[in-house]
């Protein structure tokens, strides 16, 4: 099964940025679709951003504009660009892979703290 390795995560002031990155093992990631979820405390987890493997993207309505999912097909790795943060960007963000056939693989979460 594909291995999710995250990196870039941590404590940063509001309105600075944080660069996630998602690294897979395999040789499929480019079939499948990539995602990045965020968990606050106390809330459900919900989708940040997606890309498939057309490279067709979704967004949060909270993070439009401010947040960018790309991928390095070559590279195997999905990155979160994520600008103009705010404290409510707060929470622990997963990497999710998603097969051609719908199986799921997850990453173990970085943390994002947002706060002065």
């Known amino acids: 099964q594909v291995q999710l390795v995250e990196s870039g995560g941590g404590l940063v002031q509001p309105g600075g940025s944080l660069r996630l990155s998602c690294a897979a093992s395999g040789s499929f990631f480019y079939l499948n679709t990539m995602g990045w979820f965020r968990q606050a405390p106390g809330k459900e987890r919900e989708l940040v951003a997606t890309?498939?493997?057309?490279?067709?993207?979704t967004y949060a309505d909270s993070v439009k504009g401010r947040f960018t999912i790309s991928r390095d097909n070559a590279q195997n790795t999905v990155y979160l660009q994520m600008n103009n943060l705010k404290p409510e960007d707060t929470a622990v963000y997963y990497c999710?892979?998603?097969?051609?056939?719908?199986?799921?693989?997850w990453g173990q979460g970085t943390q994002v703290t947002v706060s002065s």
């Open positions: 890309m498939t493997s057309r490279a067709t993207t």
């Open positions: 999710r892979t998603v097969f051609p056939s719908g199986a799921q693989a």
